[in-house]
């Protein structure tokens, strides 16, 4: 067996962020080749995610990456088994860069395309490898969304304290109301969905399979009522379920005496203009 000098392992755990024993143990059985070497531990991170596969990732951290230019926001969850390891330096470190993945990546959405996104000719894989060594957990992409404008807009975004949940959401305007003001607002609803967790942005957004169920749980509270009543009864129900539950026409968060839509129209007036909400993503881990 080659020796391995101390000066090799060193390098090779700068070049890793692995252990020592870790790094001069893949030195021995590789007789002292780098490369081989880091592949070996990258198996190793292999070999822990086969292990752990049935294992739960109900903890992690999210992060939210913003262009130069503001006009691309990338939002992604790196998720753990334990809240312990996602609070790691380790950790916390790959959720950063997964943000920069994010960003760089050319679709919205999507695991599998944030996967095929390559930095530096690295692929996030390679990185969440290396954590999976460090951690001995079970260390994963969680859920991904990007968003771009093409036109007058802003895009808002807001992450929880605890970097458990967050959102981003997207505000197209006229051209003369894109204002630091309507950047704030937009902010501020990102918050209010946070909190919240509104369904759509408007009635026309929910899906017409999720209010027919809706239209039958109503039915079967009010059963044995005049059937002339039950339909105005019904309508009313769902009437009452949509004011709650889209967006635009929520309390405003911070003004509870306004709607999200009468604050955004106020705001855009103010500065000049017009300005409706185009959608909004809702992530949150576990």
């Not at 000719?121 to 969440?128: H, Q, V, Y």
């Not at 060594?133 to 079970?138: I, L, M, N, V």
């Not at 909190?195 to 749980?217: N, S």
Request: overall charge neutral; charged content about 30%.
């Amino acid at each position: 067996m080659a020796e391995i000098n101390a000066a090799t392992v060193v390098k090779l755990r700068k070049m890793s962020g692995q252990g020592m024993m870790d790094c001069k143990k893949a030195l021995e059985e590789t007789g002292g080749d780098l490369e081989k070497a880091m592949e070996t531990l990258r198996k190793k991170g292999l070999a822990t995610l086969a292990k752990r596969a049935d294992r739960e990732t109900t903890e992690g951290r999210l992060v939210c990456k913003r262009s130069a230019d503001g006009k691309t926001v990338a939002m992604a969850s790196l998720c753990s088994e334990t809240d312990f390891v996602s609070r790691s330096d380790d950790f916390i470190a790959a959720a950063e860069k997964l943000g920069d993945y994010a960003l760089a990546c050319t679709a919205d959405s999507g695991v599998e395309n944030l996967g095929a996104t390559v930095i530096g000719g690295r692929a996030f894989s390679d990185i969440n490898h290396e954590v999976v060594s460090k951690t001995g957990e079970k260390v994963g992409v969680g859920d991904f969304v990007r968003y771009s404008l093409s036109g007058p807009g802003v895009i808002g975004s807001y992450v929880h304290f605890n970097y458990k949940v967050g959102t981003i959401v997207q505000i197209e305007t006229s051209g003369d109301a894109v204002s630091a003001a309507i950047q704030v607002l937009a902010t501020d609803i990102a918050m209010h969905v946070t909190a919240l967790k509104p369904i759509a942005v408007d009635k026309d957004g929910v899906d017409p399979a999720f209010l027919l169920k809706e239209r039958e749980i109503a039915a079967e509270l009010v059963k044995g009522k005049p059937a002339n009543m039950i339909d105005k009864i019904v309508d009313g129900k769902i009437a009452k379920f949509l004011k709650e539950n889209c967006l635009v026409d929520q309390p405003f968060v911070k003004d509870d005496t306004k709607s999200v839509a009468q604050m955004l129209a106020d705001t855009a007036k103010a500065a000049g203009g017009t300005a409706k909400i185009r959608r909004f993503a809702r992530i949150e881990i576990g």
